[in-house]
C-alpha cells in the first residue's frame, strides 16, 4: 500500500478520501498550532484582504461583516471558506499566486486603502509587493507554530499547505525522494529557497487543484 501526507485535515467530503480505495493509505495532519490573537482598534479602511482562512474565522470571531467594506482574499481556498462564513462571494479574489494576485489586486484598490489580515509570523507577501501610493495596514489575528512533537509514516508522496508545515516537516525528517506536491507559489517557493526541493502546484490554489495535480502526476 502506498502512502500520501497532506498536512491538514480533510473534510468527510474530501475527494482524497476516494483513494482509499486505490490502496493508497492517507495521513492528514497539520504540523501547526494555531493560536488566536487578541487585537482591539483597527484602521477603517476601504478594503479588508484576508491571506488564509484561519484569518477570516479568527478576524471575524471579534469583528462584524460589514456592507461599507470592500473583502478581498488570497486565493480559492480562502475565499470558499470567506463565502462559508459570511453566506457572500469575497469582493476580490485572487489566484493564490502573490506575485499575481498582488498585480490583479492593485487594479481594484488603487489609491484606496487596506488592511492585511495576517498571522503573526506572516511572510507579507501580497503587502510587500502593493505600490507606495496604496494606503497599507496590518493587523495580526492569530499566531501560528511548527508542531514539535509528531510522528509520521514513511510516504510516498508529501503535499504541502503551508511553509509552515513544511518547515515542520523537514526539520524532523529528511527529504527521501517523495513526491513533492505545494498548494501554491508561496509554499513552492519556501521549499526551493530552504531545502533545493523542487515541488510542483496546481494551476488553482486549492484542494481540489491539489487533488487534481495528484491525480495527474501518479497517474491514478
Not at 4 to 22: C, G, V, Y
Not at 55 to 61: H, K, L, M, R, S
Not at 159 to 180: C, D, M, R
Request: net charge neutral; glycine share 4%.
Amino acid at each position: 500500500m502506498k502512502r500520501l501526507f497532506i498536512s491538514r485535515q480533510l473534510s468527510a467530503a474530501s475527494a482524497f478520501h476516494s483513494l482509499d480505495s486505490k490502496c493508497w493509505k492517507i495521513t492528514d495532519k497539520a504540523l501547526i498550532t494555531i493560536n488566536s490573537i487578541d487585537f482591539k482598534d483597527e484602521p477603517e479602511t476601504s478594503w479588508i484582504f484576508f491571506y488564509s482562512k484561519n484569518g477570516v474565522n479568527c478576524y471575524f470571531n471579534k469583528r462584524p461583516f460589514s456592507e461599507s467594506i470592500k473583502y478581498a482574499v488570497m486565493g480559492p481556498g480562502t475565499a470558499s471558506a470567506f463565502k462559508s462564513r459570511m453566506g457572500t462571494e469575497a469582493d476580490f479574489i485572487g489566484n493564490g499566486d502573490p506575485e499575481p494576485t498582488a498585480l490583479e489586486f492593485q487594479k481594484n484598490c488603487s489609491d484606496e486603502s487596506v488592511l492585511f489580515v495576517k498571522a503573526l509570523n506572516s511572510r507579507n507577501s501580497v503587502y510587500n509587493l502593493l505600490p507606495k501610493n496604496i494606503e497599507k495596514y496590518a493587523l495580526d489575528v492569530y499566531e501560528n507554530r511548527p508542531l514539535d512533537c509528531f510522528e509520521l509514516e514513511s510516504c510516498d508522496c508529501l503535499i504541502f499547505t503551508s511553509p509552515l508545515n513544511a518547515k515542520a516537516y523537514f526539520s524532523k525528517y529528511p527529504y527521501n525522494q517523495e513526491v513533492v506536491l505545494s498548494i501554491g507559489a508561496t509554499t513552492a517557493h519556501y521549499i526551493i529557497d530552504k531545502y533545493g526541493i523542487c515541488s510542483e502546484m496546481p494551476d488553482e490554489a486549492s484542494e481540489k487543484g491539489l487533488f487534481d495535480l495528484f491525480v495527474k502526476k501518479l497517474k491514478i
